[in-house]
């Protein structure tokens, strides 16, 4: 931790600085430049983040020299993790896409779904049981039933399940039936339940907040690792922007980012990441292309009938090209899709 | 709802569209101009917004007429709600004042955070006692002890306790010791969390998520509203922005904009609202000349030691002034802060 | 454009709206629904955008029904705009390369890029002669020597030149070097220098603005064209956002967005767009995977020593592999590199 | 300017980083701590910002101490700058109000409008001749005839008068008519109009950019006190956030965080700031009790008549009102309105 001074910090507010420094256990040493006096402080910085140096007299500015987060980073483990759930891989040379219905509306849809995107290459079904929806008057889903269907229908083709926590109380109900658990955008900073899911030791789908930083993303990570669970897949999803045209805007830029700080997988939302089905298909190519772990795609056989985001989900003829494009793509690069 | 055909929508497909609308109720007239038709639908839109109009073939763009919010709209209710919590008002005329430490971290502090902010006229005091923080390896609160120190201190003076609920599980233990519940920006769209204090029927303190419009927002209070429960104070804590100067953008348009579509009191948090001590004077006083129903402050005796957020807490003495200050601006206004 | 009335509008201001609406020549419908009555302006809706509505009393909301821009838009021309600028082809299967050093620094150094770069495949050689800086210290551009190189560099290898237009006291210096004027981000609404460009006739390569809509960045292009020059290349080349990591955030779907509004070929910047040099090739492959129409690359044989840009810059070296790749991923959508 | 390394980083690595800074004129400290080294650099730290110091290999980040600015920053000046032009103050105690209609339209409107804001105390008269219009096909301004009417209007009435200057090449027709040089939002980073207004030496209205930092702000302000000009006031018009009730955001906190940074004076446009008439009354008022140096604020008689911007256009009789409260509210903190 760097502690840069005021122009006008003097001998007492230095010696003060420098003391609480060494009372949280620091080594310190001090810098005078021409312009600023600057204190280095040598110690674990993660226990600095949290007092409020910022206002010592004399304090111009805090530069933390660490990331926040430690054992999802690349310092605490170099190579990149590979996840094998159930023998489906994601991370490394394996690229696994997770794909199926927003919700889950009836045991037919599911099914005939479930086999179109299997057939398709998709090993992960996914589909919302419980649904956080922005309206209260809004379908909010089939619960317990909606569970048993995405088990029914994962097994009878021997896929995986996905599908989304929402309420720590729900958490054995749907370990019951889940194969991967995710936590959604809107849930990324509900620490309790970040908690739950760490303590489940479950493999984990942490969404990436609507204006979450990767920085604080990675923090959310980070609950879930220090309660001792490293099966953590992130997911891009797209971040909400000053621009209407799409429904958030699908950062790909974060997947380098993210690679190049952590050893975790991330994968791409292109679904959710733009919300206009015309833009599935590009950004599920682009998002291979950036270097992705994989994909989440809502396929829909009837989109204007769906109970929840018909916008935003493809036709499973669609999702045949999309899967054929990408299979490609993934091939240029040396990786290939879970099959 | 107005549906906007794209140029080349042919008969067959806006036959389809007319057809969909009257199949979910709703009757329709449809206007051809030179560039464009469009299709307008008369019923209850509320019932139209779940509906994933835009896929239906032909389709450019789904403009909504109304809002998305009923209960909590001034359609539904014209004049300002004046809230009356065990005689403490909120809204209309009445300013009321929150503060108190961001974090309660023992009983003498409490007391003496309590008697400060109380003599300078607050009447509800707000204290943490589970505390949602970015970091897992951060102070998470003192739990129930903090709660009945809280109750304490508050009983002590006379004043409100308001304080935040994480987990549906606490509820009933929050709600033992207090009369607001706060919800936290972070949980703005934790819609089961939203239900549960719906349910409870206890003044609800909504707090404005990080990046959510000032619809969501509403919608966010809609949830609690559509249980029955209609004690709901919004506040304004400031959103995300590309600037770092500030920890947010306190967005004090949002209380002219909110006030002209929800007869809810609004009150702003210049301390989250900007993350900076140096902030917090000015930025109230803006916040009360803006029309704002209130305010809520972090008060720290000493922000250096402080446990969480002593980065944006000011000294007793610096909230007198501020007190001083936002009564004179109050009055200018002919309003009063409730004491 | 749709007139949304207030639940309290009455007749007398119904008829005043109808009255204004009539006057500017617009033939207007009204229609009653049950919480709301809507007015139907038809005629010329570019006419109406310019007149302040909303200010008429009994209005609640305007809707516009058209895009704001024309001669740019899919409805004036429906098949993609397919550039020929010398030779070159930029759009439908045609991808064009723009690659070069952020900065003219020298004449050896361009030639060596420039060879380079050729070399890989790039046919359009970037470089800027002046340079905007955000700093008034920081180093401004070789001026009309550095044009000069540009020149020379482009003829030696058969290469097209593009570079930045500033000021509009520059065009006929510029347009004496140069075949493409870019414009750069902080001047995408510089209207006086659009309209310049825009009766040069000279073909335009506009940056989308740090935080501009798609909408307002068409309306930008729509400056040019209203001059009567059709030759535009837009280029995606990151907006702003909440976070820190990158130095913008390259929006990939914008190009399958804007493409679906207007027929002009768009290009992408992944130096500009991402601000990293590690974040260039996975964010070139992805944007060409996106439906990108070109790149503009920042390439330099010594980033360390580069007087502007040197973080996002690539090696020669780098940039050969990202040809390689960019190449192989065009192929598998059936458009090519041209060279 | 502080350099952190990577945790590999080898002592080749460091000698390099080493020998790069003290080339460039720096002396260097090394302190290696348990998890990082880092690198001091002491000297003039401007001229290492330019340096592409994050591309050497073994760098991770760079840290810079100091501010990017100079002349315009309370290092170079502690005491607040106070304004006088041609006998109006702004800065310290002195608080000025710029307010007219946004386009000048004719002769008579004006006049009407000046003395109307005039008598309610407005001083410096503003209104634009050249008009920056997001659609081609919009009014554009009178030009010179709007210019002319300007200075008469002003001369009438004892005020000053404010115009906008958005192309270099009008610099010495706006300078024959104006007291002061506006430079729009658009135009913040149009480094070379910020050259021009710094040269002519007179003085000049800066404002905000859309999405510009307060570091750019301050940057832009650089350019024109590095040509020799101080005569500069701040101007928070509001910033471009995801939310779309209100046109913009006005960050009414940029007003003390500028103030703590610059010595600069500060004004809020509360009419671009919201784009709503019904939130310039509660901004304008919160701009002055957030500490203000001023408002600029667009009046027109008729609003629904407008050429331009007529939704953010308050009546006269409202801006009696505004001037009424923001003077009430500028004594309560010990401050005045120009008159």
Redesign the interface.
Known sequence: M?I?LK?DAGEIEIQHIVD?LEQYGFKT?L?K????T?I?A??D???L????????PGVE?V?P??K?FKLVSK?FKKESTVLDIKGIKIGGKHIAVMAGPCSVEGRDMLFYIAERVYRAGARILRGGAFK????????QGLGEEGLKYLREAADSFGMLVVTEL????DIDLILKYTDIVQIGA??M????LL?EVGKAKVPVLLKRG??A????FL?AA??IA?EGNNDIILCERG????????RN?????????IK?MSHLPVIADPSH??G????IL??A???????ADGLIVEVHHC?????????Q?ILPDDFDLLMK?VK??AA??ERHIEE
């Open positions: 760097i840069v122009p609480r040493y810098s430049a021409a312009e600023r600057i280095g040598i110690g910085e993660r226990a983040r949290d007092k409020p140096l910022s206002t010592l500015k530069v020299i660490l926040p310092d956080p929806r922005t309206s209260p008057y809004a379908f929402m309420d720590p109380r809107r849930n900073q509900n620490f309790r908690k609507l204006s930083t990767i920085k604080e923090m980070e609950y220090s971040i909400r922007s000053f621009d209407t045209e799409t805007i699908l950062d790909l830029s974060a997947i380098p980012v190049s990441g733009t206009r089905a015309d833009c590009p950004m190519q682009a998002a291979i292309a950036a270097g989109p204007e009938e769906a109970l929840s985001d018909g916008d989900s494009r490609i793509i240029t690069l």
